[in-house]
């Protein structure tokens, strides 16, 4: 099966390490829009060759996106005149609604196949893939009435030949959920980063001190800021419920801080130790996936 | 050397077995408010003997005190009154300004170190304890011109045999300090922890979705509401100066999403991404130490 990946970051990069490794891809075509990750990724044996867009999309059998998701948008309709006829198109990027959108109707809609892995790191380009990224973890695949049950099919094939578990849903409910699993952490971690970072202006050992925690919490901070730019963008209504909610919840703790209500704020703290279990429950999937 | 540590949770008990293994203690003794931590403790051989707290303290060289703050501010008096002239007590909680208020002026005082090691997870209980949980951390010896030479020398001895950075400073500092790359940490994972619980109630599913960025970001709200209560409280003036400024922030974030300034969000989570240079030096500090 040749296979095109278009975004040889993390998740391109990733992909192909392990479609390479597992046999799923015969050959590996990359394309990115910066010269330096296409060398990178041939010299890293990630892809065989990186030929440009049009060539690359007749070749493949399957074309990826991994790209962000804004590049998802402008880039999918040439896409769908380059490919053959037979051809599979997936696109993993973190949001749904407007590329299902932006597809809606198209002739060729029914070869496109909209997906979401949900792995990642907080690392990015070629030399941050790494080999079992997406094992056990739940890769989404929305819309799926919309694309035909071949492409879905293979798709399915795809994701289940890297171990993963597969969720469907709608394009719609897919951007909800994502905000809240996924794009909230994000933001709580960059903000977080300009606190502190702003307040170790004047504080130069603030982070001799800086623990565990801050570092497991802050982590996300160092994600991709044009990756984060475009989700926010497609995803600005639900991420800004999300928000809502966040600040509430933040505030209240702020209030009752400053009112001295502090076994109340235990009470609020004994209800966020409920995660535990539902994180317990989710490990359990993706060890038993 | 016989220690007596007050406290069998993850930090008194992480403590025991390191001091066991490194020979620093020859004899172990633990009190804990819990009879069924004592039973555990001493079935996992944290500790030789769980004497009453008076006999725990008169037999002991040095006194650790790993109890919640609130409980530190409590126990200190009777426990001065107790040991030896010789002992050295050294208090191991996550603020430090009450505590060295509490015992200002005491005849006592300079058998007193005041210190916080910069270590922990989000587990407690004695069955929560590790090996090396300390090892490359910062350990903070607080106003250590109101304790005695020898008795700094000693605790800095205890620091140094578990391989930590001993790093000075005044109480006052290093309750701002740890406000910011500790306690906020904390407040933020707990928040997100309850926004994501909320809408759960409502969407069953949401959490086959959890990825690792979630999974970090929210680590942190599995911990002691009544290790954190405590720390809120004693602590509550530098919260609330950090808890507002990250408000701030997280509000400006959204502002710049609802008036589709994406250019600037951009922005901001470049400036967000310099957390990882500082990180990164501090990885170094850690492997070095």
């Known amino acids: 099966m040749i296979i095109t990946i278009i975004g040889l970051g ?5 992909l192909a390490k392990d479609l390479r490794a597992n046999g799923f891809a015969t050959e590996l075509l990359g394309v990115d829009a910066n010269p330096n990750h296409q060398q990178t990724a041939l010299e890293l044996g990630l892809v065989d060759d990186c030929p440009p867009l049009e060539h690359a999309c007749m070749k493949a059998d399957i074309v990826v996106l991994t ?7 402008s880039l999918l309709p040439a896409i769908l005149t380059y490919v053959r006829s037979t051809a599979v198109i997936v696109d993993m990027g973190s949001t749904k609604e407007e ?5 809606r109707g198209h002739k060729a809609r029914k070869q496109v196949v909209l997906a979401h892995p949900m792995a990642g ?4 380009g070629p030399t941050a893939a790494i080999n079992n ?38 394009a719609k409910e897919h951007d909800v959920h994502a905000a809240y699993v996924s794009h909230i952490s ?7 980063s300009l606190t502190v970072l702003e307040k170790e202006k004047s504080e130069q050992n603030i982070f001799n001190l800086a623990s565990g925690g801050f570092t497991s919490t802050v982590r996300l901070a160092k994600s991709s ?9 497609q995803n600005a209504d639900n991420v800004l ?4 909610s966040y600040l509430e919840k933040m505030q209240e703790f702020r209030t009752l801080i400053a009112e001295g209500k502090f076994e109340e704020v235990h009470r609020l703290m004994e209800e966020a130790n409920e995660i535990s279990k539902i994180l317990t429950k989710n490990k359990r999937l993706q060890l038993h996936s």
């Open 133 to 170: 990224l997406f094992h056990g973890k739940a890769a989404i695949i929305a819309d799926q009435h919309d694309s035909s049950p071949e492409a879905v099919q293979l798709v399915e094939r795809l994701f289940k030949s890297l171990f993963m578990r597969i969720i469907h849903m709608e």
């Open 99 to 103: 590329i299902a959108n932006e597809i």
């Open 10 to 14: 993390l998740i391109g990069g990733s």
């Open 241 to 244: 419920d999300v928000l809502d």
């Open 121 to 124: 790191t907080e690392f990015s």
């Open 186 to 192: 994000h933001i709580s971690s960059y903000v977080l």
């Open 225 to 233: 800021p044009t990756m984060w730019r475009d989700v926010f963008m």
């Open 67 to 73: 790209v962000p998701v804004n590049a998802i948008l």
